[in-house]
């Protein structure tokens, strides 16, 4: 199977805007969703199919999208934005398949 | 609102098999064209896909598992079940269900997710 390539820590000062990024093939086919996991908590999705919001998530988060690589911005993060993101995509290698990166540790200093 | 509950042994002995139920309330199992899924996350790591069953009974499982994976489903408890056999400390993960798996709809639900340990 393919893989998600996510850096895994990233920090960010209090306001200002972060991008973080994912790299794999098979985001030449899919589009990607993004995560984020707070401790002892179950991801909550916060970008689908490249660039949405669900509803109830702030604006200030964004997610583009380009050739093998995805990316979740957020713009003027705020202390409680602290937390693991994921990304995740469906798989070329197989039908139905689904993949998720390694993960982002973002800081809010 | 639909709401997924995941339920089974906390602690399984290494080469068993790991049983989980995962009991759907709020909507019905069949009323939808979308899969229902397993996704386990180890200690400290990413979330790793398991699996997606269809309400039908069709399956897909992630290779790596190395066909260790049964799913089923149960339509009329309205839940839907792993197994996995021959387990090891490296299956020792919280193990979440999840509906839809594998399509983006911007409603996703996860249950709250069950620790299993892998240890004799």
């Known amino acids: 199977s393919s893989e998600l390539t996510q850096d895994p820590v990233v920090s960010v000062p209090l306001g200002q805007t972060v991008r973080i990024t994912c790299q794999g093939d098979?985001?030449?086919?899919?589009?990607a969703s993004w995560y984020q996991q707070k401790p002892g908590q179950a991801p909550t999705l916060v970008i689908y199919?490249?660039?949405k919001r669900p509803s109830g998530i702030p604006d200030r988060f964004s997610g583009s999208g380009s050739g093998n690589a995805a990316s979740l911005t957020i713009t003027g993060a705020q202390a409680e934005d602290e937390a693991d993101y994921y990304c995740?995509?469906?798989?070329?290698?197989?039908?139905?398949?689904?993949?998720f990166g390694g993960g982002t540790k973002l800081t809010v200093l | 609102q639909l709401q997924l509950q995941e339920s089974g042994p906390g602690l399984v002995k290494p080469s068993e098999t790991l049983s989980l139920t995962c009991n759907v309330s709020?909507?019905?199992?069949?009323?939808?064209?979308?899969?229902w899924g397993w996704i386990r996350q180890p200690p400290g790591k990413g979330p790793e896909w398991i699996g997606s069953?269809?309400?039908?009974?069709?399956?897909f499982d992630n290779p790596s598992l190395k066909s260790r994976v049964t799913m089923s489903v149960d339509t009329s408890k309205n839940h839907f079940s792993l197994k996995m056999r021959s387990v090891t400390a490296a299956d020792t993960a919280v193990y979440y269900c999840?509906?839809?798996?594998?399509?983006?709809?911007?409603?996703?639900?996860w249950g709250q997710g069950t620790l299993v340990t892998v240890s004799s």
């Open positions: 999840v509906f839809p798996v594998g399509a983006s709809t911007g409603e996703e639900y």
């Open positions: 709020g909507a019905s199992i069949s009323d939808t064209t979308q899969y």
């Open positions: 069953i269809f309400h039908s009974g069709t399956t």
């Open positions: 098979s985001l030449r086919a899919y589009y």
């Open positions: 199919d490249k660039d």
């Open positions: 995740n995509s469906r798989d070329i290698s197989g039908n139905h398949h689904v993949l």
